[in-house]
Structures are given as C-alpha cells and as structure tokens.
C-alpha cells in the first residue's frame, strides 16, 4: 500500500505486505532528510536518514528514496509486521540550519 | 540506560499556574531541543541550545522561559498557564545540529 503524504495521513496494509509512505518537502535547500517512528505514548524513533548526495539508503527491513527533482521522500517498509504500526514522520534540515523541520506524519495500521 | 529523559511524564495543572518540564540526556550530546506536539500530532520546535547557548528560539510567548544549567540539561518553565499549552512536550538531543535527533518519551500537559 501507499500513501500520499498530507492527503493521506493513514494508510492500511495486510499484515506480510510492503509499506511505502511518502513525503512531499518544502524546501529544495534541505540537504538532510529523517524518517521518525512514533509509537503510542512514546517520542519519535530514529529509523534511517539520508543525505541529499544520495538517492537510495537501505536498513534492515526499510529502505528510504530521495527524488530532489520533485522535492519527494518515501520509506519502504519490508514484510509489514504488527510492531510497524505507528505513525511516521519525514523530517528535513536546510543546508546550513540547525533545526528539524518535520512533516505532518502518516498513521500506519496492520490488517491481520 | 542511555538516553533522554524528561519529567514529568503527565502534569495536570490549572489555567493560570506556573509550571517546569526537566530534561536529562546522557549521551553526551551538545545540542538539546524543546519540541511541542499537538493533538493533531504535529511536532514543531521551540527552542535549541548548543553547548548552554540559546541557538533557536521560534515564535514562543516570552511565558515559555527555557534554561541550560549544563549541556546534559534544558529545562522548560511555563508560566501563567492557558488552555492552548495543552499538548505533548518532547525534549530531544543531538551531536551537532547535522545529525539525527534522539527524543524523550514526552511530558502530556493538560491545562483545566
């Protein structure tokens, strides 16, 4: 399944299936990108980040594209499982800023 | 444990009140953030202090007074209390401002 950023804040996949979540970014200066996890009653959860030099990063069982062409982010989540349930957040840094701007979040929710 | 720790995990305070967040990191990071979520999940930064220094300071109301005795320490104090604070406080530190963040598990504020 799949979901569009701010027009689909939550998105529902089979259990065993893969998650793409995307992200659309404001500004083509953001040279540093994050994808956050938030469970339940706990604080975002570092998963993978990217650099602007690249355009593909793997982790285990997730995998973050980068297309700076159309300003766009997406994680790949691998074989869903009931603990992905969650709701992630893209997150940039402008070259030269020293903050994280993060995006509105996508709820994901597994289907048994 | 490693990590960033904030107190209280819940405060219930009334309108008009003065109250304190405490943030802890031993991580040895020199950065520490003060993040505010709201009930739409929304995770927007508040302040920044690199090393005690003040490095961001968003448009806060001047009733929100960050301090850094230490760089293992931001503390938050909140006064005059009004029902619009109510949100989720996430304290947050990082090695620099050019890597990722790593969070607290949150204080939930309710302001009666």
């Known amino acids: 399944g799949e979901s569009v950023g701010l027009h689909l804040p939550t998105l529902s996949v089979q259990e065993g299936d893969n998650s793409i979540i995307n992200c659309a970014y404001s500004?083509?200066?953001?040279?540093?990108f994050i994808w956050y996890k938030q469970e339940s009653g706990k604080g975002p959860q570092f998963i993978i980040d990217?650099?602007?030099?690249?355009d593909k990063r793997q982790g285990q069982r997730v995998t973050v594209l980068l297309n700076k062409t159309v300003k766009h982010l997406s994680l790949q989540i691998a074989a869903t499982q009931p603990g992905d349930s969650a709701v992630y957040f893209c997150?940039?840094?402008?070259?030269?800023?020293?903050?994280?701007?993060f995006g509105q979040g996508t709820r994901l929710t597994i289907n048994p | 444990d490693t990590a960033v720790s904030q107190t209280p995990k819940y405060l219930v305070t009334q309108m008009g009140n003065d109250k304190s967040i405490k943030c802890e990191q031993n991580l040895g990071h020199d950065t520490m953030y003060w993040y505010k979520q709201d009930s739409k999940k929304f995770l927007k930064i508040m302040f920044s202090?690199?090393?005690?220094?003040?490095?961001i300071n968003e448009t806060v109301p001047n009733r929100f007074s960050p301090k850094s005795p230490d760089k293992a320490h931001l503390n938050l104090h909140i006064n005059s209390l009004e029902l619009g604070d109510s949100a989720v406080y996430f304290c947050?530190?990082?090695?620099?401002?050019?890597?990722?963040?790593?969070f607290g598990s949150g204080t939930r504020l309710t302001v009666v």
């Open positions: 990217i650099r602007s030099n690249m």
């Open positions: 202090y690199n090393n005690k220094e003040l490095i």
């Open positions: 500004n083509s200066a953001s040279d540093y």
């Open positions: 947050a530190s990082s090695q620099d401002t050019d890597y990722g963040y790593t």
């Open positions: 997150a940039e840094k402008m070259q030269g800023a020293q903050k994280l701007v």
